[in-house]
């Protein structure tokens, strides 16, 4: 079951695209600080829901312009620029709002284990192939993830090793692998323990106890 119907499909798609090349290109926002705002702003709820506004009554480049108000970046922001060729950026975007409604998840949930970073790193073996082959590559990444312990995929895409996360967290390197393998329950960790790795990680303390 669909959240919208498919005949919004190409404008969301063209929508997220367009927002992902001017945050990136036009703007020099990092890829996933963008994605970061539009969740964290709401308007990638609206977006999954099908709300119109978002997925065909904007132009890409006004949803990314939202995106950054929303964010409290005050700033004058670049003019767009219309161009034919379509950039890794704007794939990114329009690849990643395909994937979004056939599989139904959150987009808070899809970068949790297919950041935009990732999806960029995609683009030269994926862009010519078929929107199904991108899609079923999404989701055996989203396959792997699960056998993770949240801890790894979190350490992950933050491009930690184990060894970074110890040094830079002050929990043994040890305590890291044996959360990481299921020895130990990361739910039991000494509160100043986990604390320190999710302020690490930049995430809550939640983030690393459920699921």
Not at 41 to 47: E, I, N, T, V
Not at 148 to 171: D, F, H
Not at 175 to 204: N, P, V, W
Request: proline letters at 2%.
């Amino acid at each position: 079951m669909y959240a919208y119907a498919q005949w919004y499909l190409d404008d969301a798609m063209r929508n997220l695209g367009e927002a992902v090349e001017y945050a990136v290109c036009r703007c020099g926002l990092l890829p996933d600080r963008f994605m970061e705002m539009f969740i964290a702003g709401g308007l990638a709820d609206g977006f999954e829901k099908g709300s119109p506004r978002y997925v065909s009554g904007m132009s890409g480049t006004e949803l990314a312009c939202e995106t950054i108000r929303r964010a409290g970046l005050h700033r004058n922001l670049p003019d767009s620029v219309s161009t034919n060729e379509y950039s890794a950026e704007y794939w990114s975007g329009w690849i990643l709002a395909r994937y979004q409604w056939e599989c139904g998840l959150r987009f808070r949930d899809i970068v949790r284990f297919l950041p935009l970073r990732d999806i960029l790193h995609m683009y030269p073996a994926m862009h010519e192939a078929s929107e199904e082959r991108f899609i079923a590559a999404a989701d055996q990444i989203r396959e792997r993830s699960r056998k993770e312990a949240r801890l790894q995929q979190i350490r992950r895409l933050n491009t930690y090793s184990q060894k970074m996360l110890s040094e830079r967290s002050g929990v043994s390197l040890r305590m890291i692998q044996q959360y990481e393998q299921g020895a130990k329950d990361i739910r039991k960790a000494s509160a100043s323990g986990i604390l320190a790795l999710a302020e690490t990680l930049h995430c809550d303390i939640e983030d690393l106890i459920c699921g």
